[in-house]
């Protein structure tokens, strides 16, 4: 039981050029959620996948899409990086925890993405 | 706007020392706090969640203490330990429909020895 995956840990890119960041859950969740990382900025929601076949943008949207490509992955793409795009990215997962006697959703994260654009 | 304001942005305590860290929040309809711990190099995770039916929830040497009327909710940690050295969010959120958590900005927290 892995998780939350990301791919890849590092990366560093050109202004302009395109990527996409890879995630997978193993833990049967539905919903499914990017964010970034930024000095003093908190976690900001880039988009999220409430469930398979929906998504929706969240709080920073904007020079991102995403493609949930099934219940386990959710990948999120940079069509044209800029610099304001360097951060740390973050994958998340959410649904029941296990061996807690409260039911209430619980977020499991990603290792992150440490994205560096020039 | 900021929905969930978290104080102080750093905290340097002694081993043995309480720190406290405090949010505020301003949608009355969130309905569910946990608080995340995050180690460097590393996600989020989990560390302690409660719900406004109560006004204090202790884990261990962490507590969560609650206070609806001013909308606010705070972290203590009792006998701090430089294995606690972390940054810590505090969230808020809906329990009903899409679980999506409002995040504070977050607290580094150092604990020296």
């Known amino acids: 039981n892995a998780g939350v995956t990301q791919t890849p840990k590092f990366q560093v890119l050109k202004t302009g050029q395109s990527m996409t960041l890879q995630c997978a859950q193993d833990m049967n969740h539905n919903s499914m959620y990017w964010y970034r990382q930024d000095p003093g900025m908190g976690l900001r929601l880039i988009y999220y996948s409430a469930s398979e076949g929906t998504t929706d943008k969240g709080e920073v949207p904007n020079g991102y899409n995403v493609s949930r490509l099934n219940k386990r992955e959710f990948s999120l793409r940079l069509e044209s990086a800029a610099p304001s795009q360097t951060s740390v990215y973050f994958c998340?997962?959410?649904?029941?925890?296990?061996?807690?006697?409260?039911?209430?959703?619980?977020?499991?994260f990603g290792p992150g993405t440490r994205l560096t654009v020039l | 706007q900021q929905q969930v304001k978290q104080s102080p942005q750093s905290l340097i305590v002694q081993k043995g020392g309480i720190p406290i860290i405090n949010c505020a929040y301003e949608?009355?309809?969130?309905?569910?706090f946990p608080w995340y711990q995050q180690f460097p190099g590393k996600g989020p995770a989990l560390l302690i969640a409660?719900?406004?039916?109560?006004s204090e929830k202790k884990e261990g040497r962490f507590t969560i203490s609650f206070n609806k009327s001013a909308k606010q909710f705070s972290l203590h940690i009792m006998d701090s330990q430089p294995g606690d050295s972390a940054t810590y969010f505090c969230a808020a959120s809906r329990i009903r429909g899409s679980y999506i958590p409002t995040f504070g900005r977050g607290t580094s927290l150092i604990v020296h020895p």
């Open positions: 998340a997962s959410s649904g029941p925890p296990p061996l807690r006697v409260d039911p209430t959703d619980t977020q499991y």
């Open positions: 409660i719900r406004p039916d109560v």
């Open positions: 949608n009355t309809a969130f309905d569910y």
